[in-house]
């Protein structure tokens, strides 16, 4: 059984982005996966610091909620990040769990997130789609970079208020469906 860990980058607890998230793993798991969801809201993620003590040790010498976090991403099939866009750019902890990724990027870690399957999700006021092309890019590449797949991404325009995208069926439709997609598309399997 595939393994999909969400984690929802935004403060707002029941937010658009977590109702977003949620709506993906939803989909994974009426497809057959076992789902769980990380809100970053609800733990402390410090920045990385460049020390470098994880390409040395295979551990991270800060000791906070993203110890808790790099096993889930380890022992995880595909993985969903979903956050709102804040000029341009992902949330302050969406932005702090990618840069504590550089804990993947030495040849000791690697191989752990390697070929992993990710889904992006991004949330966010404006009307306009191509306005998260800088974050959506962004995400992409800090993916690719670690030799993750990009699976599928989904973005959510037009949503400001808390909950607002409950008003948007198809975009919860196409969220559920691509969550459908991860586990039941040809390589989804297995």
Known sequence: ????????????K???TH???????????E????????????L??????GCYTCWETEVCRINDGMKRIYKKLIDSDRIVLGTPMY????SVSMKALIDRLLYFDCSKNKDKIKGKEVVLAIAFAGEDPNTANPLLRMMEMSARYLG??????????????????KK?????????????SIILSPGGRG
């Open 1 to 12: 059984m595939k393994k999909v860990l969400g984690i929802a980058g935004s403060p707002r």
């Open 14 to 16: 029941g937010g658009n």
């Open 19 to 29: 109702i977003l998230v949620s709506q993906i793993l939803k989909g994974a798991r």
């Open 31 to 42: 497809a057959g996966a076992r789902t769980e969801l990380i809100s970053l809201s609800n």
């Open 44 to 49: 402390r993620i410090k920045e990385c610091d």
């Open 87 to 90: 000029w341009f750019g992902p």
């Open 148 to 165: 993750m797949k990009l699976k599928g991404k989904i973005l959510a325009p037009g949503v400001p208020e808390k909950g607002a995208i």
């Open 168 to 180: 948007k069926k198809r975009k919860l439709k196409e969220a559920f469906n691509l969550g459908r």
